[in-house]
């Protein structure tokens, strides 16, 4: 029996297996560049679903139907079933996959796009107040469903080389499975795609759950003014006319949820946007009008009417820019932090359900604007919400209001609904007598918000038929509504459960105990309870102290430098000159310190770098740094005349093997006559000599030749944005400094990342050999970071304690995770010295600062910075409970965007702190 996809022709089948193993091919390709380039690969990419297309191809062609059994379909996922039986790896992904077919009936097709016989079912019903693109969205399966399954559990390929072993009992003989050539080439290059990790699937809602770097920083700006302890309001602003019971509980609330706030603001599954404007005024009491965005949200809780303030929807960008920059720490930016809490305070979060009645003020028709006034079950008026003038903005905002109400509740009077028109102001039935045109602007509504939810509302048929009942409850309802905010602590919804039936026994109240007994029971119990909590505390520091000692004391130096004021402002060119009399310079620790505080002018580093890498020496007189230069310059010369020589016979020996041969006999005869004239002349083409007098061997050769290619391409790759490196003769600056480092390392060779330590060495020197030097010197200190060094390992053993002792919450958070507690994304900035996450003129500041904290604050400052860059960002790691691949990806996205001075001054507090810790023990 002909497979289902099966060509006729030998010939034709061939060119047909052919192309679809060349399209495997190239989506195999696709996936593994992208993995590569974008150090990850998202579970919706489009790639994976080319991928499982093309092998889906591949699987149905030649597929036996009658392998499958009795009424089945020739669907892969059909043969997956059926080989599930006999092999476990499959029986896995079947069974995952009829558990998501379980949760969904409706979505059996998406397994595979070859089953398309099965009758439709019908459409799942909708939840009220629910839309369809979210609800059918949320359910829907991706195509090729268990080949995408198979793939992310990594067990694609061994499903595959099953098949291809077991091929005579499901494929024809002429199908692509059971070729001993195709079929073993398909599993094979599904390996590499089922050796990578995938990012989790985005959802529907992903801006909501999974949003890029930018979005986080933006909300963590928004909610990161409020302090963690509650501010206490002015003592006027809580008992006004315009507050109430529930406004001000709403307002004291805010600041506590300040983040959730934030992000309820944007659209989302959990809640959805039904109006938006921005620019609305809200006059709050004693205080001028302020404007904001006004926004109204159906979430499954109710309608809620939000108002937040234009500084805080901005982030306060000029008041936090103009202490720090930053977002997170370091700097003074306390003043801005309590004016942000002022703010939050004027932000509005109310619940429709708690609002009665609805005050318009209409000015001129509609044309200037409107205002609104918000009147609560407490009887108390929320603050006046103005809108802008315009046409419609006050009816468009009662329209979605009157929306999101139904069914359970609407607006009395309603709207009225016009044709081509659509909704308008309700008119009324009494025709008013004529009134001056002076008094016709201001046109007042009054809509009453009516809910069934409300006891007048819920009442049952009996109920109904005794209207002695339904008196009592409303005139209960009534009283209880138009009580006042002080008599009132809790909301309606409360209040109305309170309510007792008149037939239902009232609750007897406990009566309070006349001697003192119970009092002293809890005064003794509170006592205990406080005695032992400053128990355990005391234990804990104890533990905690231990760990000092044993962990972080060699992290920091031992004595404290002090930086003052005008040490803040760094070695500017007037110091430099006092410190640097007749070209001596003897301060050395002042010269560092003003560094590791405030950084080098710029106009300086070529100066001051040699002393800070160690090239030139503390207290030497020009003389002896202009000999040293020339010594350096000479040996430089020398070395790079040697290994150029060796490129040379290195190029000239690869030369002939890149050459195609196009006569063989008559090349053999010029070679033997070239290699007579040359034995002749003295030379071996084997060991060829150098300008030196020393013989290159294979070996050697062989090993600089394979350097010279890495060196080749990460010097076209390095930093070809920056100005410095656009002309080619810099690039070749660049390549002479590493090919010379090299020559001299060639039992460690060049590594990746060596090209980005030299660039901005070159860039302030703009000298190859200083620039050299000088990279050596650097290299003492970092070539350890690399593969065949110890040093990482040690760093991230240091940033787990140091974040343990310093940030606890932090650190309990990456222990829940456990998949980054050993810190691997921070192994770009160790290795490079955070060159790759800043912009170059903070490479130069935060260089500088590493250096001279060597011999001020730290030989680890590093650590220090690499805590710092996450303590800014820990706000926003704790609330989205980032895991590993969440984390990198966020500062892959947050590269070159990063405050250094703010990092930087966060970085010497955390010194100081674990300085004066080890000191007070």
Not at 190 to 198: I, K, N, T
Not at 318 to 330: A, D, Q, V
Request: overall charge negative.
């Amino acid at each position: 029996m002909p497979g289902l996809d099966a060509t006729p022709g030998f010939e034709m089948d061939e060119n047909f297996k052919e192309r679809l193993i060349r399209n495997v091919k190239k989506e195999v390709k696709q996936i593994m560049e992208e993995a590569v380039t974008r150090k990850f690969v998202h579970e919706e990419s489009s790639s994976i679903t080319s991928l499982c297309a093309a092998v889906e191809a591949c699987l149905s062609q030649g597929l036996r139907r009658r392998a499958l059994g009795l009424f089945k379909t020739s669907s892969t996922t059909a043969l997956l079933h059926k080989v599930a039986k006999s092999f476990p790896p499959a029986n896995h992904i079947s069974r995952m996959v009829q558990d998501l077919e379980n949760v969904d009936p409706t979505n059996r097709k998406s397994s595979s796009s070859g089953d398309s016989t099965s009758k439709p079912l019908p459409p799942p019903l909708l939840k009220k107040n629910s839309t369809g693109i979210i609800s059918q969205s949320h359910h829907q399966q991706p195509k090729y469903l268990w080949i995408r399954l198979a793939l992310l559990e990594k067990q694609l390929a061994g499903i595959i080389a099953y098949l291809v072993e077991n091929s005579s009992r499901y494929y024809e003989k002429d199908s692509l499975v059971a070729d001993p050539d195709c079929g073993s080439i398909l599993s094979s290059l599904l390996v590499g795609p089922c050796a990578l990790d995938y990012s989790k699937t985005k959802t529907q809602d992903h801006f909501w759950t999974d949003p890029p770097a930018d979005e986080l920083v933006q909300r963590h700006r928004i909610s990161s003014g409020t302090t963690s302890c509650q501010p206490t309001p002015p003592l006027n602003f809580g008992r006004s006319l315009h507050t109430g019971g529930s406004s001000e509980d709403a307002l004291g609330q805010m600041p506590r949820s300040a983040k959730d706030y934030v992000e309820s603001l944007h659209q989302n599954s959990k809640a959805t946007l039904l109006y938006g404007k921005n620019n609305v005024n809200v006059h709050p009491p004693q205080s001028d009008p302020m404007p904001g965005y006004l926004s109204l949200h159906q979430s499954a809780r109710g309608l809620v009417i939000k108002w937040t303030p234009n500084q805080l929807m901005n982030g306060f960008v000029s008041n936090c820019s103009s202490e720090t920059g930053g977002i997170g720490g370091g700097g003074d930016g306390k003043d801005g932090k309590e004016d942000k809490s002022q703010y939050w305070q004027y932000a509005l979060n109310l619940r429709v359900e708690d609002i009665v009645y609805v005050h318009c003020h209409q000015q001129g028709g509609g044309e200037g604007g409107g205002t609104v006034v918000l009147v609560g079950q407490d009887g108390v008026q929320r603050p006046p919400i103005c809108f802008p003038t315009g046409q419609g903005h006050l009816l468009s905002f009662l329209s979605c209001l009157e929306n999101g109400l139904l069914p359970m509740g609407q607006l009395d009077p309603p709207l009225w609904s016009q044709r081509g028109k659509g909704k308008a102001f309700p008119r009324s039935r009494r025709r008013p007598a004529p009134m001056p045109d002076q008094y016709q602007e201001a046109i007042d509504y009054v809509f009453r918000i009516i809910s069934k939810a409300r006891p007048e509302d819920l009442l049952s048929s009996q109920e109904l038929m005794d209207p002695g009942y339904r008196r009592g409850v409303a005139k209960n309802w009534r009283v209880l509504s138009s009580a006042s905010a002080s008599a009132s602590s809790s909301d309606s919804p409360h209040t109305s459960e309170s309510l007792n039936p008149p037939d239902s026994p009232a609750i007897p109240q406990p009566e309070q105990n006349s001697n003192g007994h119970p009092i002293r029971l809890v005064c003794q119990t509170m006592k205990r309870q406080i005695i032992s909590r400053a128990f355990y505390g005391w234990l804990a520091y104890c533990r905690h102290l231990s760990t000092v000692r044993t962990h972080l004391s060699g992290l920091v130096n031992g004595k404290i430098v002090e930086g003052s004021t005008e040490d803040r402002e760094g070695l500017t060119v007037e110091r430099w000159q006092l410190l640097s009399q007749d070209g001596c310079v003897t301060d050395s620790q002042q010269v560092l310190r003003l560094a590791y505080y405030g950084g080098v002018a710029a106009e300086l580093r070529s100066e001051v770098w040699p002393y800070l890498l160690g090239h030139y020496v503390w207290g030497s007189t020009s003389n002896e740094r202009q000999d040293l230069d020339e010594g350096t310059r000479q040996s430089y010369e020398t070395t790079m005349s040697e290994w150029l020589a060796a490129e040379a016979v290195a190029t000239q020996r690869d030369r002939p093997s890149s050459e195609s041969s196009e006569s063989h006999s008559s090349e053999e005869q010029d070679d033997e006559s070239d290699l007579g004239d040359s034995i002749e002349d003295g030379e071996e083409p084997t060991s060829p000599v150098s300008s030196q007098g020393g013989i290159y061997s294979k070996e050697l050769l062989d090993l600089f030749a394979l350097n010279l290619h890495r060196i080749d391409k990460d010097v076209q790759r390095c930093d070809r944005n920056y100005w410095y490196f656009v002309p080619p003769d810099n690039l070749e600056k660049l390549r002479n400094i590493m090919c010379t480092y090299v020559w001299e390392r060639l039992d460690a060779g060049y590594m990746q990342g060596m090209c980005d330590l030299v660039a901005p060495l070159l860039v302030v020197f703009d000298d190859e050999a200083k620039t050299y030097a000088c990279f050596c010197n650097l290299m003492e200190r970092m070539s350890a970071n690399f593969p065949h060094g110890g040093a990482m390992d040690a760093h991230f053993a240091n940033m787990r304690s140091l974040i343990q002792i310093l940030d606890a919450e932090l650190f309990e958070l990456m222990h829940q995770h456990g998949d980054y507690t050993h810190f691997y994304f921070c192994y770009r900035w160790f290795l490079l010295d955070f060159k790759r996450e800043l912009v170059y003129e903070d490479v130069f500041m935060v260089w500088e600062v590493i250096w001279a904290a060597r011999y001020v604050a730290s030989n680890h400052f590093v650590l220090f910075l690499a805590l710092a860059l996450v303590q800014t960002y820990r706000d926003i790691i704790l609330t989205n409970s980032m895991d590993f691949t969440d984390i990198i990806k966020f500062f892959n996205e947050m590269a070159e965007r990063h405050d250094a001075r703010a990092v930087l001054a966060l970085s010497r507090e955390l010194v100081l702190q674990l300085q004066t810790l080890i000191e007070n023990k």
